[in-house]
């Protein structure tokens, strides 16, 4: 059984910073490109970042470019989003993805509905 767990979040004043996790289990981490999206109530799921497998291949949505950070430890199935200067625009539920294919595409990771497994999400809140 596939789960995806985040945790990391809270609420944090503007121009704080967070660092989420996800941890994955009953699946093969290191073949698995992973991504971060992020809602609020009443939108569709908005993408926030993307990793290859290997970890060598990172992309972000124009919103969070030199903002957030991605990365992965294949070593302990564990992916991250290191997220600085938060603004009250970036509260939102964040979860972690997975998706199977072995290419990394932006045709396809900044698209929720191309991912296989999702977590539940963690709150983010940034107070003004």
């Known amino acids: 059984q596939v789960q995806l767990v985040e945790s990391g979040g809270g609420l944090v004043q503007t121009g704080g910073s967070l660092r989420l996790s996800c941890a994955a289990s009953?699946?093969?981490?290191?073949?698995?490109?992973m991504g971060w999206f992020r809602q609020t109530p009443g939108k569709e799921r908005e993408f926030v970042a993307a990793i290859s497998m290997s970890g060598s291949k990172t992309d972000y949505a124009d919103s969070v470019k030199g903002q957030f950070t991605i990365s992965r430890d294949n070593a302990k199935n564990t992916m991250y989003l290191q997220m600085n200067s938060l603004k009250p625009e970036d509260t939102a539920v964040y979860h972690c993805a997975a998706d199977r294919r072995t290419y990394f595409s932006a045709t396809y990771y900044s698209r929720a509905v191309e991912y296989d497994y999702w977590g539940q999400g963690t709150q983010v809140t940034v107070s003004s």
């Open positions: 009953g699946l093969t981490f290191s073949s698995y490109t």
